[in-house]
Antibody, heavy 122, light 107 residues
């Protein structure tokens, strides 16, 4: 079964850090771009960033709202992608989803994890 | 950044109704537009990509159209399982952006 499973969320104080993980199974992970998307409580979806695949040198992209604070990495040997979130602010409170992104011939996120909740509060 | 404006934000409809949701982009995005369905407490589900291509397994009552700056998602005959929130996403230019969502509720 093709699936993504996120973990690592929790309650953290403002200024704190977390490392979110996303474990993939059922497909050739190393071939794919992987995205992180978040959703604040009661709000819409916000794209956070992307890790390209090995063929594209594992380069990354980020939303302006998280650039410099969040870092995406991956370990193809563990079929996992990670989101290191630093200097957390209350507005980072959200469910964080990882998603598999298809880039060719069409672009879309076809597989999503169930999400992991990050709550930033004192 | 490209802004996506969805309308309406809330749509009240009955089972069997034909429903249309619009997504307008602040600049042209060709056909790089994706539609998702999201139910409460669940991850988004891919419905349509490339503006009009139905994802495998998605019922044919869903359809998409448009290019450039104006796009529509149509449900030809609303079913009970279709009550959900729908989002468009542009995948043309970084940063990727989503519309604000359209909640389809029971009238």
């Amino acid at each position: 079964e093709v699936q993504l499973v996120e973990s690592g969320g929790g309650l953290v104080q403002p200024g704190g850090s977390l490392r979110l993980s996303c474990a993939a199974s059922g497909f050739i992970f190393s071939d794919h771009y992987m995205d992180w998307v978040r959703q604040a409580p009661g709000e819409g979806l916000e794209w956070v960033g992307r890790s390209r695949n090995k063929a594209n040198s594992y380069t990354t992209e980020y939303a302006a709202s998280v650039k410099g604070r969040f870092t995406i990495s991956r370990d193809d040997s563990k079929n996992s992608v990670y989101l290191q979130v630093n200097s957390l602010q209350t507005e980072d409170t959200a469910v964080y989803y990882c998603a598999r992104y298809q880039v060719s011939p069409y672009r879309f996120s076809d597989i999503w994890g169930q999400g992991t909740m990050v709550t930033v509060a004192s | 950044d490209i802004q996506l404006t969805q309308s309406p934000s809330l749509l009240s409809a009955s089972v069997g109704d034909r429903v249309t949701i619009t997504c307008r982009a602040s600049q042209g995005i060709s056909s790089y537009l994706v539609w998702y369905q999201q139910k409460p407490g669940k991850a988004p589900k891919l419905l349509i990509y490339a503006a009009s291509t139905l994802q495998s397994g998605v019922p044919s009552r869903f359809s998409g159209s448009g290019s450039g700056t104006e796009f529509t998602l149509t449900i030809s005959s609303l079913q009970p399982e279709d009550f959900a929130t729908y989002y468009c996403e542009q995948v043309n230019i970084y940063p990727l952006t989503f519309g604000g969502g359209t909640k389809v509720e029971l009238k």
